[in-house]
């Protein structure tokens, strides 16, 4: 089923490193966080990512998912995660994916932070 499969690539985004990101993002990605927005290629972003390990304990609360035409899907979801400092982060997250061919890459992703709770 689609959404188990992006939900299983969004995971990888938050606990893997740059080879996810090599793998699985479009080769522009539009990313959206409180404190900027950037615009990135693929390289840009996996280098971003590092060697990985940088959340822990991540939990995604499904909240919704949107198919406005074949080869687009954006999901969104409630986040839970420790940082690799053990600091508590939460945040509503959207992510919008591609379609490539048979496969789906990330072009979009936001972050909206919450009180840790």
Known sequence: M??????????????????????????????????????????????????????????MERKAIIRPAQTVAIICYEARARRSDGSPYRALVSTGYVRRGPEWKMTFHQHTPLAPA
């Open 2 to 59: 689609l959404l188990d499969r992006l939900y299983q690539m969004e995971r990888q985004f938050w606990t893997g490193g740059a080879e996810v990101y090599r793998a699985h993002a479009d080769e522009k990605c539009l990313a959206v966080f409180a404190e900027k927005t950037v615009l990135l290629d693929r390289e840009q972003i996996a280098r971003s990512a590092g060697t990985g390990g940088r959340w822990q304990d991540v939990t």
